[in-house]
């Protein structure tokens, strides 16, 4: 199972969601018939994006008395900035990216559920917090069940030319 990392942050943060090529393309074969509806839709749901923005290779290290970052890529990567709007019941669906994001909760309060999780335990994510989604195939929904909407602000970086969100059916051990 992934650890989803928690952290506080502040400051006035975006939010953002796209429909993605594969999302498309998952869509037609259903409506001319070429197979099951696979994809959780998402409900409530909302984004705009700034990106994609392409790098070369990063190479970069801070050391400090107080923190120390790593962070290396080989090749070109995608970065985006995603904000996403949740209203009251909404959720994302279920989905994954190919790359890691960092979401923060600009305002409402976030509740993320992972695929693989067995019990499908919520994680309660609060205005000010954030937490870190490693993509790769890590299947989670993003649900707002708190009494205002929800913003939501992801910094995403995926392989060059990659789909940035990939729909996946819901998980058998989450109820939603």
């Given at each position: 199972?992934?650890?989803?990392?928690?952290w506080k942050e502040s400051g006035n943060l975006l939010a953002a969601r796209i429909?993605?090529?594969a999302a498309i393309a998952l869509g037609c074969a259903v409506l001319f018939g070429q197979g099951p509806a696979l994809a959780t839709p998402n409900v409530g749901f909302a984004s705009s994006m700034i990106g994609p923005t392409t790098f070369g290779d990063i190479d970069i290290k801070l050391h400090t008395d107080s923190l120390k970052i790593?962070?290396?890529t080989q090749g070109f990567s995608d970065v985006y900035v995603v904000t996403n709007t949740v209203a009251v019941g909404g959720h994302s669906g279920w989905h994954t990216h190919s790359g890691p994001s960092l979401v923060s909760v600009k305002s409402g309060t976030a509740t993320y559920y992972e695929g693989d999780d067995p019990k499908c335990t919520p994680h309660v994510i609060l205005?000010?917090?954030g937490f870190v989604d490693s993509g790769d195939g890590h299947v989670h929904l993003i649900r707002n069940e708190g009494a205002e909407v929800l913003e939501l602000v992801a910094f995403q970086m995926i392989p060059e030319g990659a789909v940035r969100r990939i729909d996946a059916p819901?998980?058998?051990?989450?109820?939603f």
């Open positions: 199972m992934h650890k989803t990392r928690l429909a993605t090529p790593k962070m290396q205005q000010g917090e819901r998980p058998g051990n989450c109820p």
